[in-house]
């Protein structure tokens, strides 16, 4: 049904545009006019489908809570003495039932009385949604129609519109982004309504197991990040200690020393890598690398846990060279040719030419890739899930498992869960921490690399 | 006026120079794939003189002057054939034979290159000086590299405008005083040949005169190979001329001769601006 509204509407709009363009096309029969038929096509159906458009979406934003209110209203005097609970479960119920869904528990007339008029409500509202949007659109369309004469500039006024779209689609990206920064603030500060932020912080202990019972022993809960802290930081070091010297050495060789040819197999070669899924690095962190190191060190003589932060930080390290391959690749392919003649000229050697003149110029953006690729270590999940440990031990050594802020997220939040206890609450408060690590490390990006930039233009 | 020479073509004048030769081309043929770019050039190159290679745009002078230093090596479609020799030994010796007797980064630290854009390194301008004679230990302490780095600045008379603030990015300098600081960083590494792709081109007339003056005092010490689309300018600062078309050296001569007596019909259209 829905979508036969749609297409009618998408229809009207067409038939819109083509009677905008043919009185454009009118006018130009007898005397010159401003802009292509087209523009005058596009307005006339531009001021259908944006009023339609609009309308439509903020109805549907309101129509249902609205809707809910009525059925209540009318069904005042039967459901006074239900509590908050009750309420929300019989809207629940009625909602479901209404639109055909099994409910649980058995119907009562009162149920069935409030799911007729829930459906009554919600026809008359999709009614009035038609009416309304066909009569504000074709007033649009009318008004417009009335605009399109020989002098109108109706390019520059889709010109106008154009600019409109890109700053509302700018927009919906930022309101995103604050959208979710909020969500996770208010759940971080009923958080901290319970832990105290130092705790928190600086709180050496992390076991956010609470009891739920007055009579459960042991876990009272500790919520101290700090063994997260350092998990994530050690694992994203190593990562980057592999990925940063790999990734860097093999984007000179491609963009420096590499005959055409070979580069042309080998930077596909590198973006197969960055194409696999990070649940594939996962298992082969967690079957392939982890039992290898583990028996490698016990060759040796070392005990290596075979849910050790080094076999996690290799792997995730691979992952992320080719992110460090291609934005490094970038900045030394953006370095001038003038630089490269300008040191050869002198009698520099390549390598002397890579090193003194075209890793230097280079650097920002090297520096700004390095730090991308630490961030996205950082926040990288499902690797460290499958093949990091769970227990949060306070340790700098790469051979012990370690846990990171991801994992732990993840296992607060996995499975049924209470959403005001502390516990499951806490994921959000290491959510916030971790966004906010990540700005900040990306402020500093922005900062250094702006510094080199002044430096070297 | 387009039509190409036919291929047995003999370059006019007289491609001897007056001076003591210090570079000698026989032959030298450039091709880019499958465009022949440079067809049979001979000439010598004297001390002490200033040769200016001049015609239309795409003719070979740009070609010619990176087969000196064998920049073209970092084409990867380039390939040069014929004899290009610096005091008798040939430059391209180790295209044949890998232990050759002049290898490249010598052949460029005595062939020394100042290109059409200034392309001063993103680094200070003492560096910038200093990066030659760093990476070939021309200097033994500190002093020594800093002594160099003055007397370099003061021959291109960019000593004054800069000596207060040798730390800044060379990249800060006005377009001529980053040519100067280029040529600087060119002499440090005390090349014999200096060769000039359109030193000037970038440049306003004020810092293009500094240019010519800094040619003229320059030729004392260097041999300098100069392209260039001035006439006026190739007048003004060469000894000898060379006229370049479609690929080949139609005329090499004294500059006196090329510029007020040309024996090609060539050079004299081009001269008297009937092409280019």
Redesign the interface.
């Not at chain 2, 980064?105 to 630290?109: C, D, T, Y």
């Given at each position: 049904m829905m979508i036969i509204i749609a297409l009618s509407f998408l229809l009207i709009t067409f038939l819109n545009f083509r009677a905008g363009r043919s009185k454009a096309l009118k006018i130009r029969e007898n005397t010159s006019i401003h802009s292509l038929p087209e523009y005058y096509g596009y307005y006339t159906a531009f001021w259908f489908l944006i009023p339609v458009t609009l309308i439509g979406i903020s109805w549907l934003l309101f129509s249902e809570s609205l809707i809910t209110s009525f059925v209540l209203s009318n069904l005042q005097k039967e459901i006074v003495n239900f509590n908050e609970i009750q309420t929300l479960n019989f809207i629940n119920d009625f909602k479901n039932l209404s639109e055909g869904r099994n409910i649980t528990g058995e119907i009562s007339l009162l149920l069935k009385e409030a799911a007729s008029l829930y459906s009554y409500f919600s026809t008359v509202s999709n009614t009035l949604l038609i009416f309304a949007c066909l009569s504000i659109g074709l007033f649009g369309f009318y008004i417009s129609i009335n605009k399109v004469s020989s002098v109108f500039q109706a390019r520059n006024a889709i010109e106008r519109y154009i600019n409109y779209f890109f700053l509302a689609s700018t927009c919906i990206a930022i309101l995103a982004t604050a959208g979710i920064l909020f969500s996770v603030v208010f759940e971080a500060i009923r958080f901290f309504g319970v832990v105290d932020l130092d705790d928190f912080l600086f709180g050496l202990k992390w076991s956010p197991q609470m009891a739920i019972r007055e009579d459960q022993v042991g876990s009272s809960g500790a919520f101290g990040a700090i063994p997260l802290f350092v998990g994530t930081i050690l694992i994203s070091i190593i990562a980057l200690l592999v990925a940063v010297p790999v990734g860097l050495m093999n984007a000179i060789y491609l963009s420096e020393y590499s005959p055409s040819n070979v580069r042309a197999y080998a930077k596909p070669m590198l973006e197969i890598l960055a194409g696999i899924p990070t649940v594939v690095y996962g298992f082969f962190a967690a079957i392939t690398v982890a039992p290898f190191l583990r028996g490698f060190g016990e060759f040796v003589g070392l005990s290596i846990s075979s849910e050790s932060a080094l076999g996690v930080g290799l792997v995730m390290g691979i992952m992320i060279i080719p992110l460090v391959s291609s934005l490094s690749d970038d900045v030394i392919s953006a370095v001038p040719q003038s630089m490269r003649d300008g040191s050869l000229g002198l009698g520099a050697t390549k390598s002397e030419t890579i090193k003194k003149v075209i890793l230097p110029a280079a650097l920002p953006g090297i520096v700004g890739g390095v730090l991308l690729a630490a961030s996205r270590a950082i926040g990288e999940t499902m690797i460290v899930v499958m093949a990091a440990g769970l227990s949060a031990k306070l340790t700098v050594n790469p051979l012990d498992a370690v846990t990171t802020v991801t994992v732990q997220i993840v296992t607060l939040l996995v499975g049924d869960q209470e959403f005001d206890s502390p516990k499951t609450l806490a994921a959000f408060a290491l959510g916030l921490t971790l966004f906010v690590f990540t700005l900040v490390l990306n402020y500093y990006a922005l900062r250094i690399v702006k510094k080199y930039r002044e430096q070297y233009e | 006026m387009e039509e190409e020479l036919d291929s047995n073509f003999k370059t006019v004048g007289n491609i001897r120079t007056e001076k003591s030769v210090i570079m000698n081309v026989e032959d030298c043929n450039v091709y880019y794939g499958d465009v022949h770019a440079l067809k049979n050039v001979n000439m010598e190159i004297g001390k002490s003189e200033v040769l200016a290679l001049i015609g239309p745009s795409g003719c070979g002078k740009s070609t010619f002057i990176r087969c000196l230093?064998r920049?073209n090596d970092?084409i990867?479609i380039a390939r040069v054939t014929g004899k290009i020799s610096l005091d008798g030994k040939d430059i391209y010796s180790d295209y044949i034979n890998t232990s050759g007797n002049m290898d490249v980064?010598?052949?460029?630290?005595r062939v020394?290159?100042v290109?059409q854009?200034p392309?001063?390194?993103?680094?200070s301008i003492f560096e910038n000086v200093a990066?030659?004679p760093k990476?070939?230990g021309l200097c033994k302490d500190k002093n020594d590299l800093n002594n160099l780095v003055e007397s370099c600045l003061v021959k291109v008379g960019l000593w004054d405008e800069v000596k207060d603030r040798l730390e800044d990015?060379g990249?800060s300098l006005s377009g001529g005083q980053q040519q100067r600081l280029?040529i600087a960083?060119?002499i440090a590494?005390q090349p014999e040949v200096i060769l000039m792709d359109e030193p000037c081109s970038a440049l306003d007339p004020i810092a293009t005169e500094r240019i010519e003056d800094l040619i003229s005092e320059l030729k004392q010490n260097y041999a300098l190979v100069v392209v260039t689309h001035s006439m006026q300018q190739a007048s003004r600062i060469s000894q000898r001329a060379a006229y370049f078309h479609m690929g080949n050296l139609v005329e090499v001569d004294s500059s006196n001769k090329i510029f007020n007596d040309p024996s090609h019909p060539l050079t004299t259209n081009y001269i008297s601006g009937r092409i280019g």
């Open positions: - | 230093n920049l970092t990867d980064v010598l052949l460029r630290a020394g290159m290109f854009k392309n001063p390194f993103p680094k990066y030659g990476i070939h990015s990249t280029c960083r060119a590494v």
